[in-house]
């Protein structure tokens, strides 16, 4: 006899406002995933199923959801590896729009806040000349590059459920990949946006966002730099100001 796989998905009406899980079996096949188990589920059982998804290849970050009570992303976990029935529900600290999909909008707004660009017409460069930068320097900024901005590391993220205005574990990353970039010419600018009310000084520090992290980005400890990047930061503009 094939072997089924039971899955349970957290169902939500948005002209009810109500939720509940739904209960599905379906064949398993070798190598199947939990995206793929979902994709089965509303080719096959339920056509009103709604989730996200793209790549299919934990490129685009678009399939983040809880899986057995822990954000993932369902096209990189397998349903061999859980044993019993598999439980997906949305994204935790998100608006659940319907089912599995949820509003990020508020989230990538805070993206603003980090600035997540350089001076592209650098004030010191002329723009017929190349911008060289060092393997070295390049380093720098490789694992706080790879965000996929999958939003896992805000749905694990308690200090972001308490406080939904906090600029988030993600964005916080990307701001301190552009704040080490040797091509950076706003890091003034850029900090006094971090250490504003709801910037980086919210961070507790459990960590949880770095656990989730498919990508290995590790935004705690992003964090953590920012906050001392942060105290000198803004102990030089109060010296400065002391000294006009």
């Given amino acids: 006899m094939a072997k089924k796989v039971s899955l349970k998905i957290r169902r939500y009406n948005p002209e009810t406002q109500k939720s509940h899980l739904e209960e599905f079996e379906i064949p398993e096949k070798k190598g199947m995933t939990v995206l793929d188990a979902v994709n089965h589920i509303k080719d096959t059982q339920d056509s009103t199923l709604a989730h996200r998804w793209s790549c299919r290849m934990g490129i685009c970050g678009s399939c983040g959801t809880i899986i057995n009570g822990k954000p993932a992303l369902m096209c990189q ?15 935790r600290n998100f608006p659940v729009i319907k089912d599995l999909i949820v509003d990020t909008d508020n989230a990538m707004e805070h993206f603003r806040t980090a600035m997540p660009y350089t001076d592209i017409i650098n004030r010191h460069a002329s723009l017929d000349k190349e911008m060289i930068q060092t393997p070295e320097q390049r380093k720098k900024i490789e694992q706080s590059s790879q965000c996929i901005k999958c939003m896992l590391c805000y749905s694990a993220c308690p200090v972001v459920g308490h406080n939904p205005n906090f600029i988030g574990p993600a964005a916080a990353a990307l701001a301190y990949r552009y704040l080490e970039d040797s091509h950076d010419e706003i890091p003034n600018e850029r900090m006094d946006s971090l250490t504003q009310k709801n910037g980086v000084w ?32 803004v102990t030089k503009a109060l010296l400065t100001k002391r000294k006009k």
């Fill in 77 to 91: 976990t397998f349903c061999e590896t859980d044993k019993g029935s598999i439980t997906v529900e949305p994204l």
């Fill in 202 to 233: 919210q961070c507790s520090f459990i960590g949880e966002c770095s656990v989730v992290c498919p990508k290995k980005v590790d935004p705690a400890i992003a964090l953590q730099r920012l906050k001392t990047m942060g105290v000198l930061h």
